[in-house]
């Protein structure tokens, strides 16, 4: 684990959440809107949504069908819609306008679930949270980490084998590794820093009879993932 964790700084020294924001509440209504969606189309709409409106007594008085106008290439846009009304209504009515900053009171709020609450906790507040997305639950059973499918069972696996310092940024590398080398489909295991490391011998098999070897990693492409197309999957989808 240590030394995955190490090879995974090295490959993304600076992890961050990909979804554009300037305040925990525009993070947290970009998550929710994330869902089943990708980063890049959310980073579309959310500059007119936010320019529209700023605040969350804003949103919370909005008109729905003009939010689902401005949201609808999220997909799932009537369901959001009412999510992020409802969320920001929430947070007026119950938290004096200002998004909680734990767990317990997030995952209260509409749309909201633990997956979408620590990307908040962790990004927004600082504070130590394993973020389980689709990526995250593929790398961590294909390096053997966790046997479930379940995310919260997930969250807790990672929990315990990795130190509280490094949640945030360990499952932030994570995410990334698998959205851009350990992908579903056809992983890019020649460009992989884990592949001596890794255990899913599946993938390894099926290289090796495509006639393909691990390559030797190229330390100054370490921050490609910056260049590559965004994608991230919010209660959570």
């Known amino acids: 684990m240590r030394e995955t964790l190490r090879r995974l700084e090295e490959r993304f020294p600076n992890p961050e959440t ?8 525009q993070l947290l209504i970009a998550t ?12 579309q709409v959310t500059p007119a ?12 008085k909005a008109d729905r069908e003009e939010v689902e106008s401005i949201i609808r290439t999220t997909g799932f846009f009537k369901s959001k819609a009412k999510s992020i009304i409802g969320c920001a209504a929430e947070i007026v009515d119950r938290f004096g306008g200002a998004v ?4 317990e009171a997030l995952v209260t709020l509409p749309g909201v679930g633990r997956k979408t609450a620590n990307v908040v906790l962790g990004s927004a507040f600082g504070r130590p949270s394993v973020v389980v997305d689709t990526h995250v639950r ?11 499918s379940d995310p919260d069972q997930i969250e807790t696996d990672l929990g315990r084998l ?6 945030t940024m360990g499952s932030h590398r994570l995410l990334l590794h698998g959205r851009y080398i350990c992908v579903a489909r056809n992983p890019r295991c020649p460009e992989c820093p884990l592949f001596d490391l890794c255990p899913a011998e599946g993938e390894k098999n099926r290289l090796k009879s495509a006639g393909k070897g691990p390559s030797r990693i190229d330390k100054v492409k370490a ?11 919010g209660k959570d989808g």
């Open 162 to 167: 990795m130190p509280p310092q490094e949640w």
């Open 138 to 148: 593929r790398v961590a059973n294909r390096l053997k980490w966790t046997r479930s």
């Open 49 to 60: 949504l936010f320019e529209r409106y700023a605040t969350p007594a804003a949103l919370a």
């Open 223 to 233: 921050n490609r993932y910056n260049q590559a197309p965004h994608s991230m999957s």
């Open 18 to 25: 990909e979804l554009r924001h300037d305040s925990p509440f």
């Open 32 to 43: 929710i809107l994330s869902a089943q969606c990708t980063d890049v189309r959310v980073n």
């Open 100 to 103: 909680p900053e734990n767990m």
